[in-house]
């Protein structure tokens, strides 16, 4: 299993997603009308959607499809694979701040927020959502304001992955963790990776990716605990 980097005694966060020489993936889901427009258009915009709103994506699939209750809760009944460039998401990143609970001080500065909230396990279930994995986090990050507005332009592809993620929780569903398995791997899924965003060094250790006071105050808050299979 992936263990999270350890530095100077305390562990320091990793981003993983897909991604290639192009770019980066990310997930995020909307209403159908905003999803069809961002799908035909490749971009986000139309009547339905605001620019300037607080906003939130995420690399990893398995936390997607948690939040989103694979596809089937309101307003989320669509999932959508966006690919940005590694330098666009670099600037994103450039003007985010890690929120950390019980650190209400850094909760208001900037555009953008970053999260490191429990992995969820895309390969296994429990009680009808991806299985949270003990030991690691998975990053989440929000923008708003002009930062939305730069997101939401950015898109070099936009793809839509809902009948994938409708798939996932089928397999999901199955009592039988050999079934599980069998239908997981007749799909197409996403290799999940370690990445390392194209940011200076000052953004990485604001963001907990390198040592730094946020890795440590990650690391204090510790991780809830996980359900033994």
Not at 113 to 124: E, G, I, T
Not at 150 to 158: D, H, K, M, Q, V
Not at 166 to 176: E, F, L, N, Y
Not at 179 to 204: A, F, N, Q
């Amino acid at each position: 299993m992936r263990k999270t980097r350890s530095s100077n005694d305390y562990m320091v966060q990793e981003f993983i997603g897909q991604w290639d020489d192009e770019g980066v993936f990310v997930y995020q889901a909307f209403n159908r009308e905003i999803a069809d427009w961002a799908l035909m258009h490749q971009k986000f915009g139309g009547p339905n959607f605001n620019p300037t709103r607080m906003t939130w994506f995420k690399p990893s699939l398995a936390w997607m499809l948690y939040r989103a209750g694979y596809g089937r809760k309101p307003n989320q009944q669509k999932i959508l694979k966006i690919k940005l460039s590694h330098e666009d998401l670099a600037t994103i990143l450039s003007q985010c701040y890690c929120t950390i609970h019980g650190e209400k001080g850094l909760k208001m500065k900037g555009e953008g927020r970053v999260q490191w909230d429990p992995s969820r396990d895309l390969y296994s279930a429990r009680d009808g959502v991806p299985r949270k994995l003990s030991g690691l986090r998975a990053i989440q990050i929000g923008v708003s304001g002009s930062l939305s507005e730069f997101y939401a332009g950015s898109p070099l592809s936009i793809e839509d992955v809902t009948e994938l993620a409708h798939r996932v929780a089928k397999a999901h569903g199955q009592a039988s963790p050999k079934l599980v398995k069998d239908m997981m791997d007749e799909l197409d899924l996403p290799e999940e990776r370690t990445y390392y965003p194209r940011c200076e060094r000052d953004v990485l250790i604001r963001l907990g990716m390198m040592p730094g006071e946020t890795a440590k105050s990650i690391a204090q808050i510790g991780f809830p605990s996980v359900k033994k299979s």
